[in-house]
């Protein structure tokens, strides 16, 4: 039988990536100019329940991307440390319009 190699170590942060629904974003249309600098967000994920504090400005950014290209062609990622309190710290969100694949030549 074979044995596997095991270590063990410690890390100062735990940062995440993850990919949420558009469609909340999308429903927003538009950000008023006079909405407050920081937007508070909310993600479920099978049955845990995430924070994240980001500024308005880069929310406003991936609404005007979801907008210009439609929901089904942007993905939205969100980034930042996880905290014990399963609060997401450092927090920033990107909207990055997918590619399409290239035709495959006959």
């Given at each position: 039988?074979?044995?596997?190699?095991?270590?063990?170590?410690?890390?100062r942060?735990?940062?995440?990536?993850?990919?949420?629904?558009a469609t909340?974003?999308?429903?927003?249309?538009?950000i008023?100019?006079?909405?407050?600098?920081?937007?508070?967000?909310?993600?479920?994920?099978?049955?845990?329940?995430?924070?994240?504090?980001?500024?308005?400005?880069s929310?406003?950014?991936?609404?005007?991307?979801?907008t210009?290209?439609?929901?089904?062609?942007?993905?939205?990622?969100?980034?930042g440390?996880?905290?014990?309190?399963?609060?997401?710290?450092?927090?920033?969100?990107?909207?990055?319009?997918?590619?399409?694949?290239p035709?495959?030549?006959?």
């Amino acid at each position: 039988m074979e044995k596997s190699l095991k270590l063990a170590t410690t890390a100062r942060k735990l940062k995440v990536t993850a990919i949420v629904d558009a469609t909340p974003f999308a429903a927003l249309r538009t950000i008023p100019d006079n909405a407050p600098p920081r937007t508070d967000l909310t993600i479920a994920i099978d049955g845990r329940t995430v924070t994240a504090d980001l500024a308005t400005r880069s929310v406003r950014k991936a609404v005007k991307t979801l907008t210009d290209n439609g929901s089904d062609n942007v993905v939205l990622i969100l980034q930042g440390v996880l905290t014990p309190s399963n609060r997401i710290e450092e927090a920033g969100i990107v909207a990055q319009v997918k590619v399409q694949a290239p035709a495959a030549a006959d």
